[in-house]
């Protein structure tokens, strides 16, 4: 491993030239060009001038904000002698079981295209075009006939990948203890316990104030609530992304939410943001693709059913379409196990040269990916700043969710911390549902691939979510799948049953969610 500085050295370098040529560093130049004809800029003291110049406009905050974001989506540098590809998975297994997977995903898309006779994508004709331009704004009122489209893929089909992992260097007999067979997940990696996650997740404490806890015991409600509100704003006005992220650990107020998250993600709604959103847009009236029909599908047997969401159809069939055109998302592959997809659209040649990303994203939407969108519909209702929030959530948290990898937040160690947490506290639980067939990953998997979305109503879910943001991790949500178990623990001891399992944990809309979490990380005995 490399030392401290070097690593330090390593990350200021990528940072820096991850910047360079962004608009950010343009606006930076043209700023500092700018206040040299100032009559305060002395030459003698020139660097530091302009410095406080740029610090009065802002412009330094806006810097530093773009610095934090980076340090959260780049991957910590690796061993400089290490192989490209550890960027994206240090294990082998793991890169070799994912690209097996894509393989999969992909025939099944290829499949399709030819079963139905429908390309990959074709130009529309110019009348097609201006319908498409004159109902953007309602497309849910006359989408194309989907009864001949599936989905590429459910979450269960991948539930199935995941429990055949296996990883080639560890023998059966070598796991750590019997425990960890009767579980569904059967590879080991570096999850945290109950003491751990206490200390990680120390401002979840019972002696801290929390949004999302009706009956504090050391402070009143109203008294925390208005108190962290006057906090929020002013976290707002100082415009610190890891300010607002430090807050964001104990709830966002609602009126500030949206404000708050965009500030975290630095995401932002300028000139250049809305530009990039219509030329994105443009890109959907003038081509249409085999992936929309599935946008579609999506979002018909998904958000459209959900009582919370089915007013949002609109806003989400334009972000998730404009989603499906943007190769900004792109970039986000440097570090995720995962490779975008190719296909081949001259069939007469099977050479490399002819095989382009596709969809242009590299990101295959499956049952469910509308509902990473949703929840966020009732933050922002401009479909640019609606989006550039969604992109980032997905290349910053989403994108782990359906890729095999090693990662803390992935869903391989989501699952398993799930199912370690369950073992360890509740083992009596855990192991009467296994002898009656209910294995509990069957039953939260769709809980955990979703982050809740679509399970929990949706004011305990932007609480949940909160957290996800405040901790920068998506292990909470494999924490709360635990916590819902032990809640319903009572109940589900009397199930025979996987139907009757189920049934028990069928509605979690009425559920609170700090309370949950509370109560099962602070109030469980070690």
Known sequence: MMDESTELSVSITQIVQRLKGTHLHSQLEKQAKECLHKPEIKLETLKDDVRRVLKASGWERKLQNAVYRELHVLPPPGHPRAPPEHTKEPLAYMLKAQASWEKRILKSLNSMCTELGIPLARKRPILEQKELTNKWNEMGTDEPDLSNFRPVYAPKDFLEVLIGLRNPNTERSDDLTVKSHWGLIQVSLNVHDIPEMRETYAELGLSYGQLGIDDHIHVPPDLFESEHIHIGKKVVIEQDSAAAQQYSRQGCPTGLRA??????????????????????????????????????????????????????????????LC???????????????????????QSKSGSEQCAVVYPPNGVIPFHGFSMYVAPLCFLYNEPSKLYSVFREMYIRYFFRLH?????????????????????????????????????????????????????????????????????????????LATAVFAFRAENLMEVTSLASAEAVLADLSTLKVMPLLQIFLFATSI
């Open 259 to 320: 404000q708050l998250w965009s500030l975290i993600l630095n995401t932002t709604n300028d000139p250049e943001d809305i530009t990039h959103y219509e030329q994105l847009k443009a890109r959907v009236i003038h081509h249409d693709l085999l992936v929309d029909n599935l946008i579609y599908k999506d979002v018909k047997l998904t958000a459209s059913n959900d009582d919370y969401y089915f007013v949002f159809e609109d806003y989400l069939y334009q972000v998730l």
């Open 403 to 479: 890729s095999i990898s090693s990662h803390p937040s992935g869903i391989v160690s989501l699952c398993l911390q799930f199912e370690r947490l369950l073992q360890a506290h509740l083992p009596q639980l855990f192991y009467h549902l296994r002898e009656i067939g209910a294995q509990p990953l069957r039953i939260a998997f769709k809980w955990i691939v979703r982050a809740f979305s679509g399970y929990l109503s949706t004011d305990q879910l932007l609480l949940l979510w909160d957290r996800i943001l405040g901790y920068n991790s998506l292990e909470i949500v494999a924490v």
């Open 323 to 345: 989603f499906s055109r943007d190769t900004a998302v792109l970039e986000h592959f440097n570090f995720n196990s995962a490779s975008p997809p190719k296909s081949c659209f």
